[in-house]
């Protein structure tokens, strides 16, 4: 028998679809927006169930100073604002590189994050100027005055703006998903017929048959 010195097939490795550009950092820009988002949404909640409730019970003098407390904290500021420019660069960036369900999502958490930012604006932060102006040695009268002027408003108005937030932060989860699906699908897609990710065919060359004539050796090949 003669052997025929056959190569075998080597199958080139399937290159892996690449991802679409800004894809990624869309997908980046849409996480740190929910999670300055749901710190927001986290504060907001904490105060609605505990730390309102708890200070319901307070006498005035300590209900006005705790209030003042919490004024002076510049974190509650920055995270609410830092959440704010996250979720306007969000639908900018996820319109530009996204799927359009996603991008709808995103506008409806930026859209429920603004009306909780304009009630802060309108309503809370003025309140909470009135009652910083207030000091222990104007008396109980305006003390206990000052608080009933604060505090009724105050926590009826925070209740909308935690559910508020929190159903912003459920929509740009939502978004969050969609654009999974659709960064899914376009890598999908970018690897369908496309040179660098088609398999290449490989296929097996044809024996070449022995040459006719005579065998100069005299006998027959098998």
């Known amino acids: 028998m003669i052997d025929h010195d056959v190569p075998l097939p080597v199958a080139e490795p399937v290159r892996s679809a690449r991802r679409v550009d800004g894809d990624g950092w869309t997908g980046h820009v849409l996480v740190a927006a929910m999670v300055a988002l749901a710190l927001v949404t986290g504060l907001n909640y ?15 003098s300590t209900f006005v100073e705790i209030t003042q407390r919490f004024n002076d904290n510049p974190v509650f500021q920055l995270t609410y ?48 100027d009135d009652i910083d102006q207030v000091s222990a ?37 939502r978004a969050l998903i969609w654009h999974g699906r659709g960064t899914t699908d376009r890598t999908a897609g970018a690897g369908d017929g ?29």
Do not use: C, K
């Open 81 to 128: 604002f830092v959440a704010l420019a996250l979720m306007v660069v969000a639908p900018l960036v996820q319109r530009r590189h996204g799927s359009g369900v996603a991008v709808r999502w995103t506008v409806v958490a930026l859209v429920l994050y603004g009306v909780v930012v304009a009630v802060t604006l309108g309503i809370h932060v003025p309140l909470n």
């Open 194 to 222: 496309g040179p660098s990710s088609a398999p290449p065919t490989t296929a097996f060359p044809a024996a070449s048959s022995p040459p006719a004539g005579p065998n100069p050796r005299g006998r027959s090949i098998r």
């Open 46 to 60: 904490t105060f609605s169930v505990a730390v309102m409730p708890a200070l319901a019970d307070a006498d005035d």
């Open 137 to 173: 040695s104007d008396g109980v009268a305006s003390l206990a005055e000052a608080r009933d002027d604060f505090e009724d408003p105050w926590v009826a108005w925070h209740v909308v703006r935690t559910v508020l937030s929190t159903a912003a932060v459920a929509a740009l989860a």
